[in-house]
């Protein structure tokens, strides 16, 4: 089961945001998020895996795997900045959804609830990512010092 899905979202939340988004594939090694660029979006991994990296001397790190039912360009969407990390295409074939921000907040302004269903699940997403990096940093430093 996808970790960074957005859970709260009811079905009929699904078809609305679906109705205004925009089925894209990539192929492996295909950039989806530019790490450093402007993200206008929310993506929504449809089909296939992604993996998110970060840029640092010279090199790539993974830092998570995202596979379907996954979001990503959520960071970006919520400080409407620029994304922190680059999101890459894993497989063969990835299709997402791509929901342009305009769109997806135009939806919370016209369907009540939609907003708190989705910032809900937003959050849950946030606290997991944190709570993993947390542990993984832990077990690090642990494995540092034997």
Request: glycine letters at 6%; hydrophobic letters at 45%; proline letters at 1%.
């Amino acid at each position: 089961m996808a970790r960074n899905r957005l859970q709260y979202l009811t079905d009929n939340d699904w078809v609305l945001i679906t109705g205004k988004a925009k089925r894209l594939t990539f192929r492996m090694g295909d950039e989806i998020i530019r790490e450093g660029a402007r993200v206008d979006a929310i993506y929504v991994i449809r089909s296939g895996c992604a993996s998110v990296e970060l840029t640092g001397a010279g090199s790539r790190t993974i830092v998570a795997q995202l596979e379907p039912e996954d979001i990503c360009g959520d960071m970006a969407f919520l400080e409407q900045s620029t994304a922190t990390a680059a999101v890459i295409a894993t497989e063969t074939s990835v299709e997402v959804d791509a929901i342009q921000a305009v769109d997806l907040r135009e939806l919370f302004d016209t369907f009540s609830g939609l907003a708190s269903r989705f910032y809900q699940s937003l959050a849950v997403v946030l606290v997991r990512r944190l709570r993993d990096t947390t542990q993984q940093l832990a077990w690090e430093k642990t494995s540092r010092k034997a």
